[in-house]
């Protein structure tokens, strides 16, 4: 089992940036992918960032390339969402997920394997 808690989230003007934080206890995950997904209201969840945690491969959304930056700290046992540049399109709320099954695999991710997941954390972005 893993717990995952997300924070960070908040309203921002066009442009501005916010970091996201996941973290995560319990059962061993160093050898885990997690993820960044989000879902704004009358839409489908989609994927938005990955990150294995062994080597720190990434994976992003084309939508976010360039402006969102997934990281991880081992120290603190958390998983960062970097956004910058947010556009107003980016609002919704964000969840932190984690795939447990993937091992050394899982980049580009796999959907179905995020069996853990946060219970979010709302980014809105004014124009």
């Known amino acids: 089992q893993v717990q995952l808690v997300e924070s960070g989230g908040g309203l921002v003007q066009a442009g501005g940036s916010l970091r996201l934080s996941c973290a995560a206890s319990?059962?061993?995950?160093?050898?885990?992918?997690m993820g960044w997904f989000r879902q704004a209201p009358g839409k489908e969840r989609e994927f938005v960032a990955a990150i294995r945690w062994s080597d720190e491969k990434t994976s992003y959304a084309d939508s976010v390339k360039g402006r969102f930056t997934i990281s991880r700290d081992n120290a603190k046992n958390t998983v960062y969402l970097q956004m910058n540049s947010l556009k107003p399109e980016d609002t919704a709320v964000y969840y932190c997920a984690a795939d447990p099954s993937s091992m050394f695999g899982g980049i580009p991710p796999i959907p179905d394997r995020y069996v853990y997941w946060g219970q979010g954390t709302q980014v809105t972005v004014s124009s």
């Open positions: 319990g059962r061993t995950f160093t050898t885990y992918v």
